[in-house]
């Protein structure tokens, strides 16, 4: 039984007249698992995380698919009905947490929003709750940190706090576009075990976006490869790690963890494999012409 | 921090006022136009002059005349006005608290307008609301305060005469004030009366001048709030489910009203010189409309004791306003 399954899901943009942004993505997420989403840069990671949190920018739009969450299709619920969930349900942990905190609101305030708006919680309750949680992720001196205003706490800092507000709710599942990017490389190991022990301790489901595979490899119990906003691979994260089935996932292995980079990966890909994934997305577009 | 800001600024307020003072009195003594000869009597003797101007102190060069005023200052007399021959303290400390009054609550009602429609813009984001408020408010930016205070006398006061033309009180009723902070007095003493009285004469002098600063502050706060309202943690913050008004008035708001703070504290300052026609037109008795008067009967003393006390008003207004963007900002509050 899944928590959330997307089936079908195609995207469009109405920026860049029409041109498909998804193409038909199904993937499966059970309770308890972290997915990793791959791929390089404009492949729809962020655009399937948006979806799910029902953030999607307006010039993207949805032509086809559903996205089950717990039973209910997120892509066709009101958006009243959707803002019950995100937030609760399904919370986010951003990409940059130099952004992602109000720069003029203390960290009491906007680590305990969501148990004050959505919990009902009162302020005393919400405060011991919100100390509790910085524990747990670790924060010396959450006290002090409490008092805080962002501007005072370093980027590892911060997204501790941000990790702590997206579990705070106790959700169900938690979406982690490229949490890490933005940090030091000392302090990424340390966020990445941080959120792979809050997920196991809580039993949340983790759609975990990078470009990493390195970091696939240490946390994701799956991954979904994308390209070009289709699924090139999706399997349990060892077997694809063994036994790559298709040449660009074979590739992108080969190339070592900085297969996004060509000019640090060990092994660029081959252009000759771009052009059979190009053809297959053609191809993909054609079927969907034929069947409209 | 804040008391070093605060100390430095004062500093850099005497200076400006020195300077202020410096210009506005050697300007008055080479520009033409002679405070004796708008008072003498006709027949008056060339030995009457010259002992009037002798009284006055104009006989003397101008460096001697500016170090007796500035030694005058210090020792708190500002001179004796030449047109109405009264001291020139005494006439400020009547007439300030007037301009104080109308020009305070022009600004409160320009911030209650100019953000009340800046956030109801923002709430329409992406909407036909929107358009017509950025449209509406486009036209507003273009007219001044002296075309709404002859717009508000026809329409309120001739038209439909609901409210007095002239003066802060009905003309019986000046002698029923302690104070010359009659709207502060009727409040504080709670004479509903009165307060009624004062505001209904305060109404259409104060529109005109909050008016055209209500459109500057929705032109700049709503651009502002626009941009803040895209930023990453209000985004995180309406996912966590805050209403669009709430993400407003507690995410966004702010952080957005730095730019228009400063910006108010310079556009009041227009406000404040706006007085002076606005004040004539409603024969409103406070300062700018005085300084019409001083300057059409060239009363050196008393423009010289106006200019201060509006370089003055100046100078609190921007360390006001500076003190505020510094208390909204954390980052500036803990250096
Ligand atoms: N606001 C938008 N309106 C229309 N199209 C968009 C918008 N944002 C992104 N896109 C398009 O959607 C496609 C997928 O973008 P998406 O952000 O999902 O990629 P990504 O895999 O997350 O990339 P990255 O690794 O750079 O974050 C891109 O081609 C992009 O041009
Ligand atoms: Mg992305």
Redesign the interface.
Known sequence: MSLLSIRNLSAVSDRDGGTPILRGVSLDLAPGEVIGLVGESGAGKSTISKAVLGMLPRTVRITKGSAIFSGRDLLSLSSRELRKITGSEITLIPQDPMTALNPGRRIESQLTDGLRLKRGMSSTDARRRGLELLEEVHIRDPERVMRAYPHELSGGMRQRVLIAAAFAMDPKLVVADEPTTALDVTVQKQILRLIRAMQAKHGTSVIFVTHDLGVVAQICDRVTLLYGGMVVEAGATAEIMERPRHPYMQALLAAGPRYDRPDRALAPVPESIFAGLREELASFDREEVRHG | MFLARLTKRVGIAATTLFGVGVIVFVLLRVAPGDPIAMMIAPGATPADIAALRAHYGLDESIPVQFALWLKGILAGDFGTSISIRRDVLDLLAERLPATLELATAALLVAILIGGGVAIVGTMLR?TRGESVVDAANGLLLAIPDFVWALALVLVLGVFYPVLPLSGRVNPQSADDFATRFYLVESIVTLRFDKFLEVASHLVMPTLALALPLAAVITRVLKQALAETMV???????R????SELRLIL??AL??AVGPTLALTGVQFTFLIGGTVIVERIFSYPGVGNMAIDAVINRDLPLIQGLVLAFGLMFIVINILVDLAVVA????LR?G
């Open positions: 992406r930023q990453d943690y209000v985004l995180l913050a996912l966590k489910g805050m507690q995410e702010r952080n909204l900002n954390p980052r803990h």
